[in-house]
């Protein structure tokens, strides 16, 4: 593993150090420190959310606190080593394994290239129910390609969650959106598909042709809208809960959704 990988782990250590340490035991900080060393590989808000969650979920963190973490650990992710804490790898290696789930073997090597220890399974905290919209959408048409299936139930489990929780701030939301457009970089035909998904309102298919990293870039924008409209915490958690949507589909058996956000 490259020096950079090295020092990137490291910053996550100490940056969970520096969020976990005020609200868990020692003992629930090294299980969650050995959790996040084999589960947490990307510094993205959805797999920050997700970690968070996860350790929240273990150890009886209210929904406040828990808010409150996903900034504080995004923010130390950011901060230079002279304001973290010391990096916790070395209590780590000297800790027996403190289960926080049910215990599988681990596969994988640390990062000093000696075996892993056995690191609790994930366990995914409950669901919100699944929009019926989505469900049932007729999208599911194999001759469409898995990336553009799956970008078509993201946006629509987004938009009902937002329907369902901020009715009232939709039209906002989508003149944001489509106020980003012209900075998309890509055709007037594919941005004339979204302009159109967003005018159509609920019964928009949102399958737009076009690739992966245009997608993408749709994505990003409705989060930055998202956030204008709502606020980060929010608009983070409408995207979890719209990534875990997508993840239903028989798409995403071969396009993960979270390759779009």
């Known amino acids: 593993m490259n020096g950079m990988n090295i020092n990137q782990a490291s910053q996550r250590r100490r940056a969970a150090c520096a969020a976990l340490a005020p609200v868990l035991s020692e003992d629930a900080l090294i299980a969650a420190l050995q959790w996040q060393q084999q589960t947490l590989s990307s510094d993205g808000i959805t797999a920050i959310i997700a970690f968070i969650d996860g350790v929240a979920e273990r150890n009886g963190l209210d929904a406040a606190t828990r808010k409150r973490l996903y900034r504080i650990y995004h923010e130390a992710l950011q901060r230079p080593e002279a304001e973290l804490p010391l990096d916790p790898w070395p209590a780590m290696q000297a800790a027996a394994p403190t289960p926080m789930a049910p215990v599988t073997a681990a596969a994988s090597t640390a990062l000093n290239g000696s075996p892993?220890?056995?690191v609790p399974s994930p366990v995914e905290a409950p669901s919100p129910p699944s929009p019926p919209t989505v469900a049932s959408a007729p999208f599911e048409d194999p001759s469409i390609p898995a990336e553009q299936r799956v970008f078509a139930a993201l946006m629509r489990a987004l938009l009902e969650g937002m329907r369902q929780s901020h009715a009232g701030l939709l039209d906002e939301l989508r003149q944001s959106s489509l106020g980003q457009l012209p900075r998309l970089r890509s055709s007037a035909q594919?941005?004339?598909?979204?302009?159109?998904?967003?005018?159509e309102g609920e019964p928009a298919p949102w399958l737009i042709a076009t690739g992966e990293g245009t997608l993408a870039e749709l994505v990003n924008q409705v989060y930055v809208a998202l956030c204008e409209t709502l606020g980060p915490i929010d608009a983070d958690r409408l995207l979890t809960e719209a990534v875990r949507e997508a993840q239903r589909t028989s798409a995403a058996r071969s396009f993960s959704p979270r390759r779009l956000v």
């Open 190 to 199: 594919v941005r004339e598909q979204v302009r159109a998904a967003w005018n």
């Open 116 to 118: 892993a220890v056995a």
